[in-house]
């Protein structure tokens, strides 16, 4: 059986899985042209994204084990082949992503970015320090990500609203809420942190009449997908004042166009969607993908880890 790897670091994966798979003919390929030939006859694919032109190739393909979560983007390949089995690394993005949640909270609160631009200018300028202590948070989609970062907030004693599609009792979250305690929660808190994927639920679900529910001193942080946002919206609440600020690691269209509005907001951060990526992303991935290829050669391949319901 042929498994082809392609990712940035492929080579590292391709030698962890060799001294647990020998059975298996590994390619390693860090760019599409080093693919080569390969392609027509892996039975599996390891990848983030792969062109549709290399995936017409794929004719053998029976698995696809995507490296992120987000298997979007390859769903809307025109040659995504129909029938394949598709499986994602859900569930390992707790820590960067919670980590990422307070890198920014952090940074607006204290107005970091004000720091920098004075360090620059060599100016020594003080001012107030607000602080996360005692502050609300809410948390929109609380899955792993999200029930990490309720976990890390109350080591700051904050005040957790989480909102889930099912209200349920959640450990770190103080009031869990159905999506029809949107509007009420945006109303309380001080920070509100979008976690949730794009589906078509979830297109433009934050926009002028969710923002204008904030706080004018709230802060909204975007770590899920651009899509869930309404942009023109955003930027004219921010514009205006209408919220404090936000911090923003996705977008509609990535990179940000140079010409758009948000990057020019002195009360925004802008971050190149790195929210996901860690230094020891491979090894967080490995388990998912060791015991998935256990599953799946030993034939259990109904009973794969993060299996894609289309």
Same mark, same amino acid.
């Given at each position: 059986?042929?498994?082809?790897?392609? %990712?940035?670091?492929?080579?590292?994966?391709?030698?962890?899985?060799? $001294?647990?798979?020998?059975?298996?003919?590994?390619?390693?390929?860090?760019?599409?042209?080093?693919?080569?030939?390969?392609?027509?006859?892996?039975?599996?694919?390891?990848?983030?994204?792969?062109?549709?032109?290399?995936?017409?190739?794929?004719?053998?393909?029976?698995?696809?084990?995507?490296?992120?979560?987000?298997?979007? %983007?390859?769903?809307?390949?025109?040659?995504?082949?129909?029938?394949?089995?598709?499986?994602?690394?859900?569930?390992?993005?707790?820590?960067?992503?919670?980590?990422?949640?307070?890198? *920014?909270?952090?940074?607006?609160?204290?107005?970091?970015?004000?720091?920098?631009?004075?360090?620059?200018?060599?100016?020594?300028?003080?001012?107030?320090?607000?602080?996360?202590?005692?502050?609300?948070?809410?948390?929109?989609?609380?899955?792993?990500?999200?029930?990490?970062?309720?976990?890390?907030?109350?080591?700051?004693?904050?005040?957790?609203?989480?909102?889930?599609?099912?209200?349920?009792?959640?450990? #770190?979250?103080?009031?869990?809420?159905?999506?029809?305690?949107?509007?009420?929660?945006?109303?309380?808190?001080?920070?509100?942190?979008?976690?949730?994927?794009?589906?078509?639920?979830?297109?433009?679900?934050?926009?002028?009449?969710?923002?204008?529910?904030?706080?004018?001193?709230?802060?909204?942080?975007?770590?899920?997908?651009? $899509?869930?946002?309404?942009?023109?919206?955003?930027?004219?609440?921010?514009?205006?004042?209408?919220?404090?600020?936000?911090?923003?690691?996705?977008?509609?269209?990535?990179?940000?166009?140079?010409? #758009?509005?948000?990057? *020019?907001?002195?009360?925004?951060?802008?971050?190149? #969607?790195?929210?996901?990526?860690?230094?020891? %992303?491979?090894?967080?991935?490995?388990?998912?993908?060791?015991?998935?290829?256990?599953? %799946?050669?030993?034939?259990?391949?109904?009973?794969?880890?993060?299996?894609?319901?289309?």
């Amino acid at each position: 059986m042929n498994l082809l790897i392609l %990712y940035f670091d492929a080579f590292y994966v391709k030698e962890k899985l060799e $001294e647990k798979f020998s059975e298996l003919t590994i390619h390693a390929a860090t760019e599409e042209d080093q693919v080569g030939d390969f392609i027509e006859s892996a039975d599996i694919l390891m990848a983030i994204r792969i062109s549709n032109d290399l995936m017409k190739r794929a004719k053998k393909l029976q698995w696809i084990q995507c490296l992120i979560t987000g298997v979007d %983007y390859l769903l809307s390949l025109p040659s995504f082949p129909k029938g394949v089995l598709l499986t994602s690394t859900r569930g390992i993005h707790g820590p960067q992503m919670s980590e990422m949640a307070f890198l *920014h909270m952090l940074n607006l609160t204290r107005n970091y970015p004000r720091m920098l631009r004075n360090q620059d200018l060599g100016t020594w300028e003080r001012w107030v320090q607000p602080l996360l202590y005692k502050k609300a948070v809410g948390i929109l989609g609380v899955g792993a990500i999200g029930t990490e970062i309720a976990r890390k907030a109350k080591a700051f004693d904050m005040t957790v609203y989480g909102i889930v599609s099912t209200k349920r009792e959640i450990e #770190h979250v103080d009031h869990c809420y159905g999506p029809e305690g949107l509007m009420e929660v945006l109303r309380k808190v001080d920070y509100f942190i979008n976690n949730v994927p794009a589906t078509p639920e979830t297109i433009n679900m934050i926009g002028a009449k969710e923002l204008s529910a904030m706080k004018p001193t709230a802060y909204f942080i975007n770590l899920g997908r651009g $899509e869930t946002v309404d942009e023109e919206a955003l930027a004219g609440a921010l514009e205006n004042k209408i919220i404090a600020g936000a911090a923003l690691d996705v977008f509609h269209t990535e990179p940000l166009p140079e010409n #758009h509005p948000l990057w *020019h907001l002195d009360n925004v951060i802008i971050t190149p #969607h790195v929210g996901g990526m860690s230094d020891i %992303y491979a090894d967080q991935a490995l388990p998912i993908l060791e015991e998935n290829l256990r599953r %799946y050669l030993e034939g259990e391949r109904n009973d794969l880890m993060n299996v894609v319901d289309f």
